[in-house]
């Protein structure tokens, strides 16, 4: 679920971001911008992962959160509604929403990768194994979890550009799947603090 928030996130905006400013913003030509969104996210990444392996992943991934919760809702001040809304904030602020979602794909895949390893370690000593035997698992293991939520991540590729254009279709404006992102953010603060941030250090 975290990992779908975050490269989920970055895959769906990648692929949404240039027919949503064009349907706001009809008056600007939006390709000539549109790749930076994608490109700040990508480099964004591995930067999540450096950061995440220095001060921790379950707390960069908490943090990144709460940015991602703040971004999307600050993009709703920058829309078209009663005025002609502004292009330049609302540019600036999915350019953070790029940055947070590309920071919180490697801080997430970092933190799922460490909370495997020690999972299975943990396990197999417990059945009397030996440190070779729980290495070799916790390779295996953690390649397959990791394996897993990449697909499972790439699931918004889909379901962001959907929602917009739904919500677009439905009520003319994507502030009501906008809604939903932001609801589902604040919801991935919670889990990651309840289910991750309150464990003892040597449990993260």
């Not at 779908?4 to 769906?12: K, M, Q």
């Not at 600007?28 to 001060?55: E, H, Y």
């Amino acid at each position: 679920l975290l990992y779908l928030a975050t490269f989920g996130s970055f895959i769906g905006f990648s692929a949404g971001f240039a027919m949503l400013a064009k349907t706001q913003f009809p008056d600007v030509n939006i390709l000539q911008l549109a790749f930076f969104g994608p490109f700040i996210g990508a480099l964004a990444r591995s930067a999540g992962g450096v950061i995440s392996d220095k001060f921790g992943g379950v707390r960069v991934t908490l943090i990144n959160f709460i940015f991602m919760a703040l971004f999307t809702a600050l993009l709703f001040l920058t829309l078209p509604g009663s005025g002609a809304g502004s292009f330049s904030a609302f540019y600036l602020v999915f350019m953070g929403l790029f940055l947070t979602a590309g920071l919180g794909s490697g801080s997430t895949f970092q933190m799922i990768a460490v909370i495997f390893r020690q999972i299975t370690l943990y396990n197999v000593k417990l059945r009397g194994g030996s440190d070779e035997q729980a290495q070799r698992e916790a390779v295996t293991d953690t390649a397959a979890a990791l394996g897993f939520i990449s697909a499972i991540g790439a699931v918004g590729g889909f379901f962001i550009p959907k929602a917009f254009g739904t919500s677009l279709a439905l009520t003319g404006s994507p502030v009501g799947a906008m809604k939903i992102f932001l609801l589902f953010y604040i919801a991935c603060v919670l889990l990651t603090w309840l289910v991750y941030g309150r464990r003892k250090p040597k449990q993260q």
